[in-house]
């Protein structure tokens, strides 16, 4: 059974064939999909995704790039959005600093934020972590201490020391064929 935890099909690339891509995923022997949020001002349209497509979930959140954008999204907007039955995750939410798109106060707030609604809920929580090994550990070992959450550090690019901390926390660290790349 293969499960692909993390599609962006809201992305404009797809939009006029969106029909044809869940189609070829389902032809390959893909069962479910989870069409990852990047922004909550979008969600509308991932959920209309999700209602479209039986197999088809989604997750609510902020991509750290635009952070920035969704100051005032707080832990509360967040739980009410995984009331639809179609929700099943938190994210992506973290810290990206190869970009940088965002300043990083408000990356961090944003990962907190996603944090105290992924602990709330219950729901895992995908991480988006880039460059940003040292305060991704801090932000997370603190959290931590304040009660427990479920997570993914997804399409793991960072150091032996960011996935050792994050799987003594019990969170999961998810590879890709990233880790195959020469750098
Ligand atoms: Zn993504
Ligand atoms: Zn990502």
Redesign the pocket.
Known sequence: MLVDS?CHLDFPDFANELDAVVARARAAGVVRMVTVSTRVARHREVLAITERFADVFCSVGT?PHYAHEEPGVTADDLVARTRHPKVVALG?A?LDYHYDNAPREAQERGLRTHIDAARATGLPLII?TREADADTARILEEEMGKGAFSAVL??FTGGRELARRAVALGLFVSFTGILTFKS
Do not use: A, M, V, Y
Request: proline share 0%; hydrophobic share 0%; glycine share 14%.
């Open positions: 993390h991509h992506e973290g988006h997804h399409c």
